[in-house]
């Protein structure tokens, strides 16, 4: 039972173009939503997280979109950069963010100069 | 600031056989998180501690799984026996809050079991 999804496992963009990856989720208890960037060999960084209340936060490059009615939230890179290249999981938790995370599978991105 | 240590980064072992994996977490960090994952998966939570204490070990396969933080500080995870299945990496993290956005990573330990 996967409750949080990434349906794409690879995605490919050109460097300053925009990297938009997605998740979907199943359980409606979630109201906490991260995203993680994880470089081979290394473990995951945190990388910017949405709250429930909100439908959009943003930091820098990085912008996560929620939209709760189609339990949805989108990761949105603008411009790529080499740099970029990762595996970018989505996770999502209870209570504002106090409880266990579940992660997707992940996303591999690969930002072509 | 240090990061979360984990060793080996690497170990290789055969079915049946024991091993373990130590955890260091960041300094002042009162909650300590193990996770698998399995390629191809995302990291999947075996168990969490607040200092010395068990939160949750609900998918911690017990009948092979052990962990602990005896002084609320370093940890350790074993299995014993392992079987083919537990080939993984496996991650351990740190938080000062118990707060899923303040959780660091460590660089994971990969376990193949042959």
């Known amino acids: 039972d996967q409750q949080v999804k990434q349906n794409s496992p690879s995605l490919s963009v050109q460097e300053g173009r925009i990297s938009i990856l997605n998740c979907d989720y199943t359980?409606?208890?979630?109201?906490?939503f991260l995203w993680y960037k994880k470089y081979p060999a290394e473990g995951p960084t945190f990388l910017i997280s949405?709250?429930?209340?909100?439908d959009k936060n943003e930091d820098g490059r990085f912008t996560v979109f929620l939209n709760k009615s189609a339990k949805h939230l989108s990761l949105h890179i603008v411009p790529s950069q080499p740099g970029d290249s990762a595996v970018y999981f989505c996770a999502a938790t209870t209570q504002g963010g106090s409880e266990k995370l579940v992660f997707g599978k992940g996303t591999k991105l690969t930002v072509n100069p | 600031e240090a990061g979360v240590a984990q060793s080996p980064r690497y170990k290789i072992i055969e079915k049946r056989q024991s091993v373990a994996f130590w955890c260091n977490p960041i300094?002042?960090?009162?909650?300590l998180y193990w996770y698998q994952q399995i390629l191809g998966q995302g990291p999947k939570l075996l168990i969490q501690?607040?200092?010395?204490?068990?939160?949750?070990d609900s998918q911690l396969p017990k009948d092979r799984f052990s962990a602990e933080r005896l002084k609320g500080v370093d940890s350790t995870l074993k299995i014993q026996p392992a079987k083919l299945e537990d080939s993984a990496v496996y991650l351990c993290?740190?938080?000062?809050?118990?707060?899923?956005?303040?959780?660091?990573f460590g660089p994971g330990t990969r376990l193949t079991v042959l």
């Open positions: 949405i709250s429930s209340i909100k």
């Open positions: 993290a740190s938080s000062l809050n118990g707060r899923a956005d303040t959780q660091y």
């Open positions: 300094s002042g960090h009162a909650t």
């Open positions: 501690f607040q200092n010395n204490g068990v939160v949750d």
């Open positions: 359980n409606s208890m979630f109201d906490y």
